[in-house]
């Protein structure tokens, strides 16, 4: 979600419990950050040969039970077992056999109320719309060759290019040639192919080159119904429910426990299979519901940040805000990117509005993480949607990210001054020719590290180096939110033609993909998606969201583009530095003197294990020609009139593109690219 808008619209349906709802009563927060705390791995629920424990973590509870049904809804209880109170403000029962294949939710008692069931907060596996969770063996989960299943290897996170997908919007098109549209399943099926016979599917993320495919909500959220999936309901999952279990209508059978665990599984093993990682989006900041959250219903108030007159606070926009700086909310986080890590593999957390959350728990999300798989990678959103009790100097803000080892933040600087500012759909920027933005193109080329040519001052967003080093940043141009690329260019640059509109696209995605830190795009850019024009796009239907993957013959030089670009930059650690410090010395923009619209700069590599020694890059944003000085020799030329090869242009010969340096050309509206080949 972004920053500073009407986020509570994307919250899905349940929720939106506006101002006028009084909360469930709780005790004060400074009650509250008393309560004892359960450290033990053994909440929720266990099994073992001949028997099952149940075991819940409700601190303030006057009684607990837990009921076992025979099926996942519409059915009474088999059985209602009474909790006795345990350490730590837990609650245990059990029973003398194995449960597997029942279903069970838990009850308490608070304040003379029984409240009303919940599947608990640590319900690993759960039938229809989560209402009731599961006892699986999750073994029998694990698709053939888990144990031996790896992701790639990352050294740095600014190694990775990061592709952000929504199920829906991957697979559902007729074009797509997908038989599982909308699944899991979507992304375990090789050979797929559009009507004209270009690559779907994991072939073309394969074809693209990206690294890790980053996906949109993919735990069990509220807003689609589950048992009415042929109505094709779309949302974009910002609803969370079972933190702990995959979505259910992205699996082939909700109702069936295993089925969608397992389908989750095949699709991160398919894409291990092809050296690609799997990122999560996860959603820890806020729940669907208030008072009928699994946290509220299992302890009251507990999970959640307040008003001082004890009302939900709300940062989220979405009508609460949970609170990581509490003991067992901290815990919670972390154990449960530490589940997902560990059980599904998962290569990697996108935490959504991560500034809710403590730079504490935030460093103890990354300490755990890495310590489970190293190359695992962390970004999140450095903003809140609005107003937190939580300290400004204790969350995790873009501003403080230099405090978070091992996480990065979004780049707002460069998204917005490449294309202009997100929240006015006709506002330019600098690859759509709008002059103001060089200073803060710079900020994001060198990835907002200090650097003795940018001028900070000048700084469209931030006005200071809040990084530390590149593997802070996440670069991107578009995402979900707001217009995808395709239609802010097309709301911005009235009268164009769609040649044009690609044009300025492959300027800006140039500029994301040479600069410093990591390169992110939104799915489908590769070949020109649109969203028709709608920018919040959370629950629209298909025919806003789905790609059309028709699209990818008719915008083939497109495609074609975006690969060359990250293979180029796959290809050369020059625009992957480690350091602030490689940054500033290696790093050198042209003064161009008052010369708007246009950035320039060498990257010197020699040394570095790159088949490149140095590397000059200009960006001209305006739609007529400038020029640039380079030094005399031999360059080839890389990117130049809005084409560009990995390896250098080639003439109609298949000769290599070379020039000699001088006074050269940028096209307009276009970036060149030249190189020196190590020697
Ligand atoms: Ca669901």
């Known amino acids: 979600m972004n920053v500073f808008k009407l986020g509570a619209l994307l919250c899905g349906v349940a929720s939106m419990p506006g101002a006028m709802e009084a909360a469930l ?25 001949s028997s099952t424990t149940f075991r819940l ?18 059915s009474s209880a088999a059985d209602t077992l009474n909790m006795s109170p345990s350490v730590d403000g837990t609650w245990v029962a059990s029973v003398d056999r194995r449960l597997t294949g029942w279903f069970y939710t838990f009850a308490v008692k608070y304040r003379g109320v029984w409240l009303d069931e919940t599947p608990g907060i640590w319900a690993k596996a759960a039938g229809t719309n989560g209402e009731r969770a599961a006892i699986i063996d999750m073994k029998s989960t694990d698709p053939e060759g888990w144990d031996a299943d790896r992701g790639p290897v990352v050294a740095s996170i600014n190694d990775a290019v990061i592709y952000e997908m929504h199920h829906r919007d991957f697979s559902i098109h007729p074009s797509s040639g997908i038989v599982h549209k909308g699944k899991f399943l979507a992304l375990t099926e090789a050979g797929t192919a559009t009507p004209e016979g270009e690559k779907t599917g994991i072939d073309h ?20 119904d589950e048992a009415n999936l042929p109505s094709n309901q779309y949302n974009w999952g910002y609803d969370p429910w079972n933190y702990n279990v995959p979505e259910g209508s992205y699996a082939t059978d909700p109702a069936a426990p295993d089925v969608r665990i397992r389908e989750f599984k095949e699709m991160v093993k398919s894409l291990h299979d092809r050296g690609i990682g799997v990122v999560m989006d996860v959603v820890y900041n806020h729940t669907a519901n208030n008072d009928n959250s699994n946290f509220s219903l299992t302890a009251p108030g507990y999970f959640y940040r307040h008003n001082p007159d004890g009302t939900y606070s709300d940062a989220s926009g979405c009508g609460n805000e949970t609170a990581s700086d509490r003991a067992m909310m901290r815990e919670y986080i972390v154990n449960s990117v530490a589940y997902w890590a560990r059980e599904y593999h998962i290569d990697g957390f996108r935490f959504d509005l991560m500034a809710i959350h403590d730079i504490e728990t935030m460093n103890a999300v990354a300490d755990t993480l890495r310590s489970i798989n190293p190359s695992i990678v962390i970004y999140g959103e450095g903003w809140t949607a609005g107003a937190s009790p939580l300290p400004a100097e204790r969350r995790a803000l873009k501003e403080n990210v230099a405090l978070m080892d091992g996480v990065a933040v979004f780049s707002d600087d460069i998204r917005d001054a490449v294309k202009g500012h997100y929240s006015d759909a006709s506002d330019r920027g600098f690859a759509t020719g709008k002059p103001g933005s060089e200073e803060t193109v710079k900020i994001g080329i060198v990835a907002s590290t200090a650097h003795p040519q940018v001028d900070y001052s000048k700084g469209n967003n931030s006005r200071v180096a809040y990084a530390t080093s590149p593997r802070q940043i996440i670069n991107y141009v578009s995402c979900h939110d707001d217009l995808s690329l395709t239609d802010k260019l097309a709301a911005s640059m009235p009268g164009s033609t769609e040649a044009e509109r690609q044009r300025a696209a492959r300027l800006a995605q140039t500029i994301v993909f040479t600069s410093q830190g990591t390169p992110f795009m939104f799915a489908g850019e590769e070949v020109f998606r649109d969203k028709k024009g709608v920018h ?10 789905a790609i059309d993957w028709s699209l990818k ?3 083939r030089p497109q495609f074609d583009y975006y690969r060359e670009l990250i293979a180029m930059r796959r290809n050369h650690p020059a625009f992957r530095l480690g350091s602030a410090g490689e940054i500033a010395r290696r790093l050198r923009f042209d003064d161009n003197g008052s010369n708007p619209l246009l950035v320039s700069y060498t990257i010197d590599a020699s040394g570095l294990p790159d088949s490149w020694s140095k590397i000059r890059v200009a960006f001209n944003g305006s739609d007529e020609p ?11 030329v890389v990117a130049d009139d809005g084409h560009l090869r990995a390896d250098g242009l080639a003439d109609e010969n298949g000769e290599a593109v070379t020039t000699r340096g001088g006074t050269l050309t940028v096209a307009p509206r276009s970036a060149l690219i030249l190189a020196q080949p190590a020697k």
């Open 536 to 545: 919040n796009s959370y629950k629209s239907p298909d025919s806003i969201n």
């Open 25 to 49: 009563p709780h005790s004060p927060d400074a009650v509250l950050d008393t309560l004892p705390v359960y450290r033990g791995n053994d909440l929720e629920l266990t099994v073992n040969h």
């Open 57 to 74: 973590w409700s601190p303030e509870a006057e009684a607990a039970r837990v009921m076992i049904y025979p099926t996942d809804r519409n």
């Open 553 to 555: 013959s008719s915008n």
């Open 205 to 224: 993320l394969e074809e693209l080159g990206v690294t890790h495919v980053h996906i949109l909500p993919s735990y069990d959220y509220n807003s689609v």
């Open 626 to 636: 400038q020029t640039i000085k380079v030094a005399k020799g031999r360059w080839i």
